[in-house]
């Protein structure tokens, strides 16, 4: 995502990264990132919790208006639990990716039967 | 205890999936630079996440390489979104696709002032594309022309 920013930055749009995988984020250098130290698939906050989600927002998105450095990552100050239980597992298992199969990987089947037959009516651009 | 480092865990998993070994993208340059051109209370804001999600009645992402984006309509039904995706646990993004796809956060936030308004659509991809080339080449500039096409002030990314 750090390139996407930097190709849309050097057209002259600003951006901002959110990021849980701090190594990466520092090493691709996106112009402005924040940081948020919870376990991956929950880079804009925890499930159901519509108030954390908009506190992790409130707190990213400034970063707009205060960062006046290229590269420059904020720590967003919220914790995923109180011990960091989640971390210990996520050291000990490594990646565990599934395989990479080039078909369309559906949610349900309800939804790939509805992808077959067209589409959404609303949705101009299903496949591009 | 510190971050936990992915670039090792994905070194390995692609050395194990018989690809070469992957060289990370290490831009030691200065980052290009935009400033925000207004408070952000008066600016329309984009979106792009990497999460896979997509709307239900669109064709899923694939795991292999996928470049290709979804375009959402930025009122779309939370409901109707679905994620998809090989390098991370769906289970929390399947009952609340905000966790990587902020969608009613920014909608609140727009409500409360905080942001001037949304881009009338968001963009999805996958992400865990092997070739960072692929990234900077095609993908990048295509959304890039987006966001200009859409004439937003500031781009939320988010990745996963």
Known sequence: MGLVARHAEAAGIPTLCMTSARDITLAVNPPRSAFLDFPLGHTAGKPHEPDLQRRILVEALSSFETMTAPGSMKELPFRWSEDEEWKAKAFAEGDDRTPRHDTPQYQNEEDRRRAEQGGSPSCPVCRS | ?160
């Open chain 2, 1 to 160: 205890m510190g971050p936990v480092d992915y670039i090792p865990r994905i070194r390995d998993n692609y050395a194990r999936l018989g690809y070469k070994t992957y060289n990370w993208v290490v831009n030691a340059d200065t980052a290009p630079w935009a400033p925000l051109r207004k408070p952000l209370s008066q600016c329309r804001l984009g979106l792009a996440a990497s999460g896979g999600i997509y709307v239900a009645g669109q064709v899923a992402f694939h795991y292999k390489d996928d470049t290709s984006f979804r375009e959402i309509p930025s009122d779309i039904d939370t409901k109707e979104l679905r994620a998809t995706h090989f390098a991370y646990d769906l289970s929390d993004a399947r009952t609340d696709p905000n966790v990587v796809f902020p969608i009613d956060a920014l909608r609140r936030l727009v409500r409360e002032g905080f942001l001037g308004g949304l881009s009338s659509r968001f963009y999805t991809f996958m992400g865990g594309i092997y070739s960072s080339r692929r990234v900077s080449e095609d993908l990048a500039p295509r959304l890039t022309a987006r966001f200009l096409e859409d004439g937003v002030d500031a781009v939320l990314l988010v990745p996963v």
